[in-house]
């Protein structure tokens, strides 16, 4: 599976959206992007995934570009119940479904 | 989306000692469980994969003698680690995948944080 880049910290404004980039060159054609999120001391949780069209759901949007090397998850609205270490995953979808989680992004929503 | 319960939740057990944690999935039939450690301030790490009456899988580092994991039904496994000692005190989190689940349907437990004395 393609390896993926994230920033290590990111702060947000409370009410604002915010924008999570990661960075995966070396996606393979067959990829899926996938974001989960861990919010302190609990299970990751499913965000939203998508493989080269843009996605959106109650939760977030995705949006991937055309070369498919990068994407980037877009909370609309962010509350301090969004505060969390969020990671963006490539993966094959057809393979057996383990997940391999990096380093993530330490999300911060302040009032 | 789907419920997956770990009991318990926090568990403080003796070096040497061996303590057993239950990953359970409530409301749906778990064809494959994943389990994974997360140490503080790192990321989670994949430990094995079971599926049900089958031997699990161990991912290369993880030592399947020390951490024995059973998934006898459809709706639980267990993971027993072995003669804990201090190192092995992390998170432990369990996942699970129904039959039927399409590519992104894994469902993660609470975790069980493992504290070794």
């Known amino acids: 599976d393609a390896k993926t880049t994230q920033p290590p910290s990111m702060d947000c404004a409370e009410g604002r959206a915010a924008n999570l980039p990661c960075n995966h060159s070396?996606?393979?054609?067959?990829?899926?992007v996938y974001w989960y999120r861990q919010i302190h001391s609990q299970g990751p949780q499913y965000i939203i995934h998508?493989?080269?069209n843009n996605e959106t759901n109650e939760m977030a949007s995705l949006i991937i570009t055309e070369d498919r090397k990068s994407s980037t998850l877009i909370l609309p609205h962010a509350t301090l119940r969004d505060t969390a270490v969020y990671y963006c995953?490539?993966?094959?979808?057809?393979?057996?479904?383990?997940?391999?989680f990096g380093a993530g992004t330490t999300v911060t929503v302040r009032a | 989306g789907a419920v997956v319960s770990q009991h318990p939740s926090r568990v403080i057990c003796k070096s040497g000692t061996s303590v057993k944690i239950e990953c359970r999935s409530l409301?749906?039939?778990?064809?494959?469980m994943f389990w994974y450690r997360q140490f503080p301030k790192q990321s989670l790490m994949l430990m094995a994969t079971s599926n049900e009456g089958s031997k699990a899988t161990y991912e290369q580092g993880v030592e399947k003698d020390k951490f024995l994991i059973n998934h006898a039904s459809l709706t639980l496994s267990t993971l027993t680690v072995t003669s804990a000692h201090p190192e092995d005190s992390s998170f432990y989190i369990c996942s699970a995948r129904g039959r039927l689940a399409v590519s992104y349907e894994q469902y993660f437990g609470p975790g069980t944080r493992l504290t070794v004395t």
């Open positions: 070396t996606i393979s054609g067959n990829e899926y």
């Open positions: 409301d749906f039939q778990a064809t494959t």
């Open positions: 998508g493989l080269k």
């Open positions: 995953i490539v993966r094959v979808s057809s393979n057996d479904y383990k997940l391999s």
